[in-house]
């Protein structure tokens, strides 16, 4: 199975591309509701939380897990893979968001200007800034924290009149350093891109992350058949929360444009 993990329910905008892009494959979501969200809490916290999750994928059988929460991905993801990941599955793998976002936006941002929103610990981590400048030595990085946007997402507010003058809040000190390029550094904010979209206007190009990591996923599978071969192939997908609620569940058949069954589970 290929797992994906996320702090909430954004991690479905992910699921949603990958069910598009690699229908044939199993999938098994894990979305900490009862924890959500992870950017305000500590790096330590948010370490064990991202461990404990990975480890529970692990146990329900997944060879290959994403990490679609970009707070994790910034936070966590390296420590698991380098020192976690060949002590206890040395054998699988975790796959982060970051790095694939930033490929694209080096590739086609124009001046260098890009900009990136998302939660305070991802803004706070500088991942995304750190990447860019691996690739991109002289980028210009224009970071901004967005942390009311998680709970509009999650609250099914994205058309609520009051989210676009937020949306247009945030979005206008990058506008006024001429960015030529965002990064939507959270997989909660997919589901506001045609708003972030109109906001930010024609001549800035807003970076789909969701469907830039499917995209990147299928091309490591093509990349690493020895894993490719592990992963099952039906359409068993099943899907876990650590806490559920209606407007949880009518959120992510909306996204997923589909029914399906919430799995409340403990995370330890």
Known sequence: MIGIFDSGLGGLTVTKEVLRLL?????????????????????????QFTQQAVDYLFKQGCQLIIVA???????????L??????????????????????????????????????????VNAGAYEREIKVL????????????????IVEEGWSKRPETKKILRYYLRPLKNRK??????????YPILYRSIKQICG?????????EIVALKLKD???????????????NQHRFLVTDSTEVFKKNAQQWLGQEIKLEKIVLE
Do not use: M
């Not at 098994?28 to 370490?47: E, F, H, K, M, V």
């Not at 490591?220 to 039906?234: D, F, G, T, V």
């Open 179 to 188: 960015i030529d390029t965002l990064i939507l550094g959270c997989t909660h």
């Open 69 to 79: 929460c970009n707070t994790s991905s910034a936070e966590a993801l390296r420590r």
């Open 136 to 151: 991109l030595p002289k980028a210009t990085v224009i970071s901004f924290a967005c942390p009311l946007l998680v709970p």
């Open 220 to 234: 490591y599978l093509a990349r690493h058949l020895e894993i490719e071969r592990q992963l099952e192939k039906n």
């Open 81 to 122: 893979q380098q020192e976690w990941l060949p002590n206890h599955y040395p054998d699988r793998r975790i796959l982060g968001v970051i790095r694939p976002v930033v490929e694209e936006a080096v590739k086609i941002s124009r001046s260098g200007q890009i900009g990136v929103i998302g939660t305070r610990g991802t």
């Open 202 to 210: 024609r001549r800035i190009k807003v970076i789909n992350s969701a």
């Open 23 to 47: 229908p044939e494959y199993q999938i098994l979501y894990l979305g900490d509701t009862a924890r959500t969200p992870y950017g305000n809490r500590s790096q330590d916290l948010i370490y």
